[in-house]
């Protein structure tokens, strides 16, 4: 079972490209996550989207941009990278009326 | 504003030692409590917790919810060195249709040593 996919696992920007952040689930879950996690903040909530069709801003949203482009895919897409952008990405799902998520392997971003 | 606080951040032991980590929360519209380890990359789930005083095991690893001190300990007895993670305290609430919104604290970071 694939589980949750994301795409790229590493990349490096420079200051001002954007770039696109890939997720797909294979477990039919209605619900999409994309945290970031940064050394001592434990995972932010970034943007989510409860079912297909609809996303919200979670904690932190401030220069990302998502899209749920089916019930399997939800990308993060940063139009203009900055050095604050730097983190560790996950992206998770989970069922309908359940509460554990499952999380992809994380992809690295660094921008310089 | 919600949040979670988990304590100690940091915690160093030997092989054999018994550890409990700790969990309190404070957040609106509640459904249950996480634990996720997390050793080189993704989050692995251990348990969920969403009624108070049942205990949870798996193994070494035992985990309950006190719904009205909001808290929650992870207890891990006879550790080893593959013990040594992450471990990660997260609350889900009903949030814009979602349960499944996850509040995380900042992880306690446990070194096992031999």
């Known amino acids: 079972n694939a589980g949750v996919t994301q795409t790229p696992k590493f990349q490096v920007l420079k200051t001002g490209q954007s770039m696109t952040l890939q997720c797909a689930q294979d477990?039919?879950?209605?619900?999409m996550y994309w945290y970031r996690q940064d050394p001592g903040m434990g995972l932010r909530l970034i943007y989510y989207?409860?079912?297909?069709?609809?996303?919200d801003k979670g904690e932190v949203p401030n220069g990302y941009n998502v899209s749920r482009l089916n019930k399997r895919e939800f990308s993060l897409r940063l139009e203009s990278a900055a050095p604050s952008q730097t983190s560790v990405y996950f992206c998770?799902?989970?069922?309908?009326?359940?509460?554990?998520?499952?999380f992809g392997q994380g992809t690295r971003l660094t921008v310089v | 504003e919600d949040k979670v606080v988990q304590s100690p951040l940091s915690l160093v032991v030997h092989e054999g030692d018994t550890v409990t980590l700790n969990c309190s929360y404070e957040?609106?519209?509640?459904?249950?409590l996480l634990w996720y380890k997390q050793e080189k990359k993704a989050p692995t789930f251990l348990f969920m917790l969403?009624?108070?005083?049942i205990e949870k095991k798996s193994g070494r690893l035992s985990s309950i919810l006190d719904k009205k001190e909001l808290s929650s300990i992870l207890n891990i007895t006879a550790t080893q060195t593959g013990d040594s993670a992450i471990y990660l305290c997260?609350?889900?609430?009903?949030?814009?249709?979602?349960?499944?919104?996850?509040?995380f604290g900042k992880g306690t970071k446990l070194s096992v040593k031999p």
């Open positions: 477990m039919n879950h209605n619900s």
């Open positions: 969403t009624s108070s005083g």
């Open positions: 957040v609106t519209n509640f459904r249950s």
């Open positions: 989207s409860a079912s297909e069709g609809t996303t």
């Open positions: 998770a799902s989970n069922l309908e009326g359940s509460t554990e998520a499952f």
């Open positions: 997260a609350v889900a609430r009903y949030y814009g249709g979602s349960q499944g919104n996850l509040i």
